[in-house]
């Protein structure tokens, strides 16, 4: 599947918190422009250095890949803990930097009648009198 040029979201949620109050958070790591293996080259490398805080003591750490990332199962003595990272396209960002305008289409040099073409040193090609109807 063509993806083309992109801009892809990396995000990774993760289990957080004890018992009761163990939830998932999500956040976004960062973004990458580009080709979508280019993100999840980017996204491998940010689940194989992850550090969950939880558990605490790990018995063990197991990275799985899917169609769209990574799960990273890591056992403690008493629960295990997921973390997912995911390779997103983006499609919208409300805080995104405006894009900049596109520059306004300016008519070349001699295009119009009121702007003579000019030479590389400003001395206009064809003289403004050639276009005198009095002379005809």
Do not use: C, N
């Not at 801009?7 to 080709?35: C, F, N, P, Y």
């Amino acid at each position: 599947m063509g993806w083309g040029m992109a801009t892809w979201g990396l995000i990774v949620e993760s289990t957080v918190g004890m018992g009761d109050r163990k939830h998932v958070e999500a956040r976004v790591l960062g973004q990458v422009r580009g080709e979508r293996a280019d993100a999840l080259a980017r996204l491998e490398k940010a689940a194989r250095d992850y550090r969950p805080a939880h558990p605490l003591k790990h018995k063990r750490r197991r990275l799985f890949r899917s169609a769209d990332g990574f799960l990273l199962v890591v056992d403690g003595s008493w629960q295990s803990h997921a973390t997912r990272f995911t390779v997103a396209e983006l499609l919208e960002d409300s805080a995104a930097p405006a894009e900049p305008a596109a520059p306004e289409a300016k008519p070349r040099p001699g295009s119009t009648p009121d702007e003579p073409a000019v030479d590389a040193d400003g001395v206009p090609i064809r003289p403004a009198w050639l276009r005198r109807q009095d002379l005809a």
